[in-house]
């Protein structure tokens, strides 16, 4: 990657961070789901930022950016498009969705039906969708960023575990510590800060920024690492499904992208350990769960695999 390729990701992370305070590891995981070319779910409870962050990210590039906000009457057909009869020349013609975007913000996803949920899962896997036998390209880059309140949230619809796995990672927001609270707070005097905020990357430099990605090499000891924790979550007594071969997938090439930001050509063992819970803790199901403590407990057991395993040399 070219130095001023590499320039471009700090501008990014740093634009993000003029008004996403305080969370630098939630403005890098969004990074390294975009340069990874894949999606990201932001999960936490109302307020904190969520929606915030993927409209930061999304006016930080200068591409095409839709807005879908998610309710128990949306369907289908609202996402992806559909046909349409012309009463001009009595044919019928597809109109585009708002799926039809760059970067697609999906609001407070699971307050939608799964029916609805399951219209994102060819654009998420293959980037493009089907409608009446015919099939439309989305545009590239593409991207999702979800965002969704907690199972027991009134109103709330659990996302299917196969869209679940369309994400390459899940992360939480967090409330913020006071001095950055108080800056939002000052921030906000004047209106929105997002609403401020300019282009620093263009579509052209996003999709190099992804080829680049996967250039960054995987030694052969990382390879049988990365193997070693996904067995562990198929082994486990704790854990009922382990993490799928897309998940594996997911951690390659996160891994890959985290190295990519951090100035280096080559993944480290590092890589692997800082990305295991957000990559694979959404995939996997403990036994006898509950959606209310679902995630706590399957972070702590994603971390213990990743405590327990031996680092290659």
Known sequence: MTPELHSLVGELEANIAKVVLGKPRVIRLCVVALLSGEHVLLEDVPG??????????????????????????????????SSVFDGKTSEFFFSQGPVFANIVLADEI?????????????????????VDGQTYRLPRPFMVIATQNPFEFEGTYPLPESQLDRFLLQTNIGYPDRDDELQVLTSHRRGEPVDSLTPVLDCHQVIALQEAVRQVTIDETIHHYLLDLIEAT??????HVGA???????????????????????VVPDDIKRLAVPVLAHRVITKGYLHGNQRGAVEVIIQRFVDDLPVPG
């Open 234 to 239: 198929r082994n486990s007594d704790d854990l």
């Open 244 to 266: 799928s071969t897309r998940g594996a997938l997911c951690l390659y090439r996160a891994s890959q992208a985290l190295a990519l930001i951090e100035g280096r050509d080559y």
């Open 48 to 81: 904190v930022g969520k929606t915030l962050a993927g409209k930061a990210l999304a006016k930080s590039i200068d591409a095409k950016f839709c807005r879908i906000q998610f309710t128990p009457d949306l369907l289908p057909g609202d996402i992806v498009g």
């Open 110 to 130: 699971n307050r939608t039906t799964p029916r609805t949920q399951s219209a994102l899962l060819e654009a998420m896997s293959d980037g493009q969708v089907s």
